[in-house]
C-alpha cells in the first residue's frame, strides 16, 4: 500500500512559474536571480499558509541551479538541484526559529556561515517563524546580518512582522505576501481535482476556497478532508457544508425573504432550528451581516466584482438583491453591527439575536409608517 500524500505537499510549487497568487513577488525574485542583483538579506512576510516558506525554497534552489531556464526558474536536473530535491543539499540550511530561538542556536548558526559552500555558489539560510527569536538572539544576529560573506545569503519567514526588531528590518529586503484570491484557490483545487479524477462540484470548491480565508495550504487540507470523507471521488456542495461545518446559503436566503416581508416569527424559527445544528449565535449573525453585505454589492454593477461566490449563488443574490429594499438593508445592517458588537455582553445571548431579527422583520412596516407621517404633515 503507498503512502498518502497529503496535497499541500504532493502539489507544492517548486518554481516560480507554480507559486499561485504571489506573481508580483515571484517576479521580482526571478529578475534578481537573473540579473545577479541579490540582497544578503530578505524577509517575507505575510498571513499562514500563503507561499512564504516555499518561496524562500524555490529561491535557494534557483540561486544554486547550474542550468537555470530563460523564465529564471531552476531546471531540476542539476546535481544542485537533485540534492536540494532529495533534501540532501549541503548549502542550503533550515533553522525553525519557534524551537531553536536562543542566542546558542543562533551562535551555531553563525559557526557555519564561517565555511564556504562545498561545491556550489552560494550558501542560503531559511530561517522560518523568525520573530520567535528572543531579543538576545536577535541582538547576536545582527552583525553577522549586516555583513555577511559574499557567498552568504538569509532568508527569514514570519507571520508577524510588527514582532521583528527594527534594526533586522533595515537590514532585510521586505516582501509583504498577498492573502490567496478566492478565484485563484478555486483554480487551483480545480486543476488539482483535474489530475486526482475527482468530480468537484464548482460551488463547493468556492466554500472552501472562502472558509481557507487566503490560505492555500488551508484550502489544501480542507480539500483532502472532503475527498477522505466522501470516499467516491466526488466533492459535492452538500458533503463540503456538512463537514466543514458552514451555513448553508439557503438558511440566509430563507431568512432574509422572510424578514423583508415582515414574518418574524418564521425567522425565529429558523434561526432555532440552525442553533439545533450546533451553530453559534456570533457566529451566525455575523454570517447574516455578511450576507447583507453581499445583497448590497449586488444593487451596484460597478461594485459586483466584489463578490466572491461562484455563478450559480451570485444569480440568488442578484435576484434578492432586486427584491429587498435598499432602505431595509441600511437599517438591518446597522442591526446586525450593533448585536454582534453587544453579543459577549449580553447574559442571553439567545434573546439578544432574536430581539436582533424582530427588529429586522420590522424594519419595512417603520419606514412605511414614517413616510405615512411625512404625507400627512405636507
Known amino acids: 500500500m503507498d503512502n498518502f500524500v497529503v496535497s499541500a505537499r504532493k502539489y507544492r510549487p517548486n518554481t516560480f512559474q507554480t507559486v499561485v497568487g504571489q506573481e508580483h513577488i515571484t517576479n521580482t525574485l526571478k529578475n534578481a536571480v537573473l540579473s545577479n542583483h541579490l540582497a544578503q538579506a530578505f524577509l517575507f512576510c505575510g498571513p499562514r499558509g500563503v507561499g512564504k516558506t516555499t518561496n524562500a ?36 540550511v533550515e533553522l525553525d526559529a519557534a ?21 556550489g555558489k552560494k550558501k542560503v539560510y ?19 546580518l549586516e555583513e555577511p560573506p559574499a557567498y552568504a545569503i538569509f532568508i527569514l519567514a514570519t507571520t508577524e512582522k510588527h514582532k521583528i526588531l527594527p534594526t533586522i528590518l533595515s537590514r532585510c529586503q521586505i516582501f ?31 466554500l472552501i476556497a472562502q472558509k481557507a480565508d487566503g490560505g492555500m495550504r488551508d484550502a489544501l487540507s480542507m480539500f483532502d478532508m ?15 457544508v456538512d463537514n466543514l461545518h458552514i451555513l448553508d446559503y439557503d438558511y440566509y436566503f430563507k431568512l432574509t425573504d422572510f424578514l423583508n416581508k415582515g414574518d418574524a416569527s418564521q425567522a425565529l424559527m429558523v434561526f432555532d432550528e440552525i442553533l439545533r445544528k450546533g451553530f453559534d449565535g456570533h457566529n ?14 449586488c444593487k451596484d454593477a460597478v461594485t459586483l466584482e466584489l463578490l466572491d461566490v461562484s455563478d450559480t449563488v451570485k444569480q440568488r443574490y442578484d435576484q434578492q438583491a432586486k427584491e429587498v429594499p435598499m432602505s431595509f438593508i441600511m437599517t438591518a445592517l446597522n442591526i446586525c453591527s450593533d448585536c454582534d458588537t453587544k453579543y459577549k455582553e449580553s447574559k442571553n445571548q439567545r434573546l439578544h439575536v432574536e430581539l436582533a431579527l424582530m427588529k429586522m422583520a420590522h424594519v419595512n412596516k417603520a419606514i412605511r409608517l414614517a413616510q405615512i407621517e411625512i404625507k400627512k404633515k405636507d
Request: glycine letters at 2%; charged letters at 20%; proline letters at 2%.
Open 57 to 92: 525554497r524555490i529561491l535557494a534552489k534557483t540561486i544554486n541551479c547550474d542550468n537555470l531556464s530563460k523564465e529564471g526558474d531552476p531546471c531540476n536536473e542539476c546535481a544542485s538541484c537533485s540534492s536540494f530535491n532529495n533534501n540532501a543539499s549541503l548549502n542550503i
Open 99 to 119: 524551537s531553536n530561538n536562543s542566542v546558542e542556536d543562533i551562535r551555531n548558526l553563525i559557526e557555519q556561515v564561517r565555511y564556504a559552500p562545498q561545491p
Open 126 to 144: 531559511i530561517i522560518d517563524e523568525v520573530h520567535m527569536l528572543s531579543t538576545a538572539a536577535f541582538n547576536a544576529f545582527l552583525k553577522t
Open 176 to 206: 509583504d505576501f498577498n492573502r490567496i484570491t478566492v478565484k485563484e484557490i478555486v483554480g487551483q483545487l480545480s486543476k488539482i481535482a483535474s489530475n486526482e479524477g475527482i468530480k468537484a462540484d464548482n460551488d463547493a470548491l468556492h
Open 226 to 240: 472532503i475527498v477522505t470523507f466522501s470516499n467516491n471521488n466526488v466533492i459535492d456542495y452538500q458533503t463540503t
Open 284 to 297: 451566525f449573525i455575523n454570517g447574516l451581516a455578511e450576507h447583507f453585505r453581499n445583497i448590497l454589492v
